[in-house]
């Protein structure tokens, strides 16, 4: 069987801002109060009086060509299961090259363990079996979808083969797996 391909696609279109992904994760994850590893933003396009708003779920993007891995001196920041991008924090020094090297702002520093921290896709769950992240269980819209773009059939392929789609920050050559 192949290597499989993560990644993640929201759905702008059907995203109202709740907010559930960023408790949901919290719950999920244990992240330390004050800090997520998600977030929601909005952006207005347009020009008046002909606007309209976009509500976008983020995080870590996982890239294929990522800059944190590139500049962790000490091989905390890697490339795990299915290309996404994953904190050793055993091997973290809380330098913060990674956090300076992100283009996205995805990570921060959690205070108790003094060591980096960011959005894993969930992959204690995935990795147990399960096949969606907590963010996409919370979200009552059903606006994030997760999954392998290797396999044609998977929700997150068939998702972005229906409808057009871009990733942020396409200039910065990070080659992001989360799509909107
Ligand atoms: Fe690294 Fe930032 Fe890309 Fe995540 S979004 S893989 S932290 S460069
Ligand atoms: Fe690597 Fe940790 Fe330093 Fe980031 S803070 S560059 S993960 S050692």
């Known amino acids: 069987m192949n290597e499989p391909r993560y990644a993640m696609a929201v759905d702008t279109r059907s995203c109202v801002g709740c907010s559930a992904c960023v408790i949901g994760c919290k719950e999920e994850n244990d992240?330390?109060?004050d800090f997520t590893r998600d977030w929601v933003t909005s952006e207005t396009r347009g020009v008046f009086p002909h606007l309209s708003m976009e509500l976008r779920s983020e995080?870590?993007?996982h890239c294929e060509t990522a800059p944190c891995v590139r500049a962790c001196p000490t091989g905390s920041s890697h490339y795990g299961p299915g290309g996404t991008v994953q904190v050793n924090s055993d091997k973290c020094s809380g330098c913060k090259a990674c956090m300076t090297a992100c283009?996205?702002?995805?990570?921060f520093v959690d205070p108790r363990s003094k060591t980096v921290d960011k959005c894993t896709y969930c992959m204690h769950r995935i990795e147990g079996g399960k096949t969606t992240t907590s963010?996409?269980?919370m979200c009552p819209t059903g606006s994030i979808v997760f999954g392998d773009l290797n396999d044609p059939g998977s929700a997150v392929s068939r998702a972005l083969g229906k409808h057009e789609h871009y990733t942020l920050l396409p200039d910065a050559g990070t080659k992001p797996?989360?799509?909107y």
């Open 31 to 33: 992240v330390a109060p």
């Open 135 to 137: 963010c996409q269980e």
């Open 59 to 61: 995080r870590c993007n």
């Open 177 to 179: 797996n989360h799509y």
């Open 103 to 107: 283009p996205y702002g995805a990570r």
